[in-house]
């Protein structure tokens, strides 16, 4: 059984947007990277007089870079939204109990107590700061890392690859054994 106790921070709750952001749109932004870079390498060729410059396509870049844009700050917004909320968790003490079949987490202040199978989790990613336990794919538990000791944090990964390998995927150290998100 691992027991931890934690907070989560403004930093913390970004990060776990930022990536869930980027996680569920990867797909389109794999596709806008690799337009993007098809259209620099036409700019660069039509600039050096290989072929002529059609301005249309500038444009279709310039259309993705306002995509971007406007995806960080949707994101960045989320963050926002749930700073100003009155019942925000923000550095509220919780404490996480893990073992081999469940996974528990606590929050004394408002008398929170869930439980919940380790195998019945939608996924676990780790990240280079943080864990994202996923319950459902919409309600996610955020454990940051540096409230955690090393050994906390080894014991965390070796029983979630070890009890859920199918739905853990390590970031923090290029381990993917995910097969969740994939269609």
């Known amino acids: ?50 072929w002529a410059l059609y301005y249309l396509i500038p444009l279709i870049g310039i259309a993705y870079l306002l995509w971007g844009a406007v995806f960080l700050c949707s994101a960045e917004k989320m963050v926002q939204r749930y700073k100003k909320q009155k019942n925000n968790r923000l550095n509220t003490p919780y404490v996480i109990v893990i073992d081999p079949k469940d996974v528990a987490f606590h929050v004394e202040r408002e008398n929170i107590h869930s439980r919940y199978p380790l195998d019945g989790l939608a996924c676990v990613f780790d990240l280079s700061t943080l864990f994202l336990f996923y319950v459902t794919m919409q309600e996610v538990f955020i454990i940051p890392k540096r409230k955690l000791t090393p050994e906390t944090v080894s014991r965390i990964q070796e029983l979630l690859q070890e009890c859920i390998p199918d739905k853990y995927e390590s970031r923090s150290n290029r381990q993917s054994h995910a097969r969740f998100f994939r269609r």
């Open 1 to 50: 059984m691992i027991r931890a106790e934690y907070t989560v921070t403004i930093t913390d709750y970004r990060t776990a947007i930022y990536y869930s952001y980027v996680w569920r749109y990867r797909k389109a932004i794999r596709i806008a990277v690799f337009v993007l870079g098809c259209i620099l390498f036409y700019l660069i060729g039509a600039l050096l007089g290989a």
